[in-house]
């Protein structure tokens, strides 16, 4: 092409952004899906308008762009303003196209987009700014929010589960379980210290300095939520930044089981979510509160630290509180809760003697609790509470969870064949019968009580990972690396491999014999 009359809105807009370059003595444009044009200057990248690009639209400005027959990894073309060399890579699944003003194509691959986190260059003045073009002038925002936002935009466009900042490393996030390091400059400490500042509250910072790590939630414009913790290592700071979805998704859609959507419907009683860190705890307990919003005319009060998702009213009325912004303590705000007519209380984590305690006499009150805990197993959850206690309060604790506890869901997340992940749950419904077990101090019974409960809901966890491996979901290494019992589950992958599988019955005979 050589003049911009006649051409296609595309192509126009490349020479638009190239003048620009030129303009702006730049050596290299780059147009990468999910962030706006930028140009290369001093070394430098800076961004060229706000609005970022999508993957069709990389791809529609290099195909307005590639010569009859041009191959697309590399390519030269002439504009109005000169002749130009153009590149379309894949940089860690993101479509790049790399245009270099006067230059020869360079080999694809060559130059990863970067986040330049570094540069403190100063912002361009307005009058420079409106020189340089209208819709694409250089915005005059600060250069270390631009490349902050860039990279928490990379993270919801992948759908990256966390994002790990530390000095020495690249930029890494944990994409479907797997750390995977960023295409990008390795971060120094002055680096780190800057995303930091970029993000984190006042408080938080003076939280940081004097007890060496802070927690805190923020919302990344009305694409995500992001839960951030703040550390020193070293002598430096990192942070780990974990993406939380604006969507709620419903319980059907994450796989929790329909027993849990009627325990939670219950008029009062304690209702665990367990597993280990990473497992989808806030989600499921988030899928069931909207649940609740969307179904019943109840007054919800959450206790977080810090708040995750957002439940805005619906058919209930929802209050949430953060710790260390709303109130001190989630006992405190547990004991301040029971004076605020709540129907339902979520607690964040039980992760002391009082809370557990407060969390139990709210739920003997009359109130449905929900909270969460670090144990794997719906028995260990139950063992995990009653030992908190002093030896001489277990009794009394035993008799009052038995009569409090309505149910407990441990779940673990697996990577699905094919991307994604998916979770498997193991689900106690706490009856009669088990109740007993609790009271009478044989929780070494529950177990094979949750075996031959089945008609009730419930499931073990070693039962519902075969359930996934058996659907051709996930692979035999991925559940056996979640198994309470490993051996017993690879047994009964190789028996069903072979064509063998076990009937309820002997199900049933198993689980009596294993108490024995």
């Known amino acids: 092409m050589t003049a911009t009359a006649g051409l296609s809105v595309h192509a126009q807009q490349v020479e638009r952004i190239l003048k620009i370059a030129l303009d702006n003595a730049a050596t290299e444009v780059r147009l990468g899906a999910g962030s706006p044009p930028h140009v290369l200057i001093d070394g430098k990248l800076r961004p060229v308008g706000k609005a970022p690009l999508s993957a069709d639209d990389v791809q529609a400005l290099a195909a307005a762009i590639l010569p009859a027959g041009g191959d697309l990894a590399r390519f030269t073309f ?17 479509k790049v196209l790399v245009l270099k003003p006067g230059a020869e194509p360079a080999p694809a691959g060559d130059s990863p987009l970067e986040l330049d986190i570094m540069s403190e260059e100063k912002p361009q003045d307005d009058a420079d700014a409106a020189a340089a073009g209208d819709a694409f002038a250089m915005p005059t925002a600060a250069v270390g929010t631009i490349q902050i936002d860039k990279l928490l935009t990379a993270a919801v466009k992948n759908g990256v589960s966390d994002i790990h900042i530390t000095a020495g490393l690249p930029p890494v996030f944990r994409i479907d379980g797997g750390m995977k390091p960023q295409a990008t400059k390795v971060l120094t400490g002055d ?9 984190t509250p006042e408080r938080c910072q003076a939280e940081l300095a004097e007890k060496g790590g802070t927690d805190f939630g923020f919302a990344f414009k009305d694409l995500a939520r992001f839960r951030v913790s703040v550390f020193k290592q070293r002598g430096t700071v990192a942070m780990v930044l974990r993406q939380i979805p604006n969507k709620l998704l419903t319980p059907e859609q994450l796989g929790v089981p329909e027993i849990c959507k009627k325990l939670v419907c219950r008029p009062r009683g304690l209702f665990l979510v367990t597993g280990p860190t990473g497992s989808g705890k806030s989600t499921t307990l988030a899928a069931l509160v909207d649940f609740i919003n969307k179904t019943h005319d109840h007054h919800i009060i959450t206790i977080e630290d810090p708040i995750e998702f957002y439940h805005y009213s619906q058919k209930s009325t929802v209050n949430q509180r953060e710790i260390g912004t709303d109130v001190m303590s989630f006992s405190e705000a547990l004991r301040r809760a029971l004076r605020q007519d709540p129907d339902v209380i979520l607690v964040g984590e ?7 305690e407060a969390a139990i006499s709210a739920a003997e009150t009359g109130h449905v609790v929900f909270g969460t805990l670090h144990t794997s197993s719906a028995q260990g959850t139950i063992n995990r509470i009653i030992d908190a206690f002093p030896t001489n309060q277990q009794e009394q604790v035993r008799t009052q969870l038995s009569t409090a506890i309505i149910g407990v869901v441990s779940q673990a997340l697996l990577p699905k064949i094919g991307g ?41 966890l070693d039962d519902d990972l075969f359930r996934l491996w058996n659907e051709k979901k996930v692979t035999e290494e991925a559940v056996l690396a979640k198994a ?4 017993d589950l690879a047994k009964r992958i190789l028996n069903a491999k072979q064509g063998i599988f076990d009937d309820e019955e002997t199900v049933a005979r198993k689980a009596k014999d294993h108490d024995k």
């Open 191 to 199: 680096d780190t210290n800057g995303l930091m500042k970029a993000i």
């Open 420 to 460: 994604g992940r998916c979770a498997a749950y193991e689900v106690l419904v706490v009856d009669d019968g088990i109740g007993n077990l609790i009271r009478e101090n044989k929780t070494f019974r529950i177990n094979s009580s949750i075996q031959t409960g089945s008609k009730k809901g419930m499931r073990l």
């Open 350 to 356: 039980l992760r002391d003697l009082e809370t557990i």
């Open 78 to 94: 002439t504009t109005a303003l000169g002749g130009c060399a153009g590149s379309l890579m894949d940089v860690q699944g993101t």
């Open 484 to 487: 309470q019992k490993v051996d």
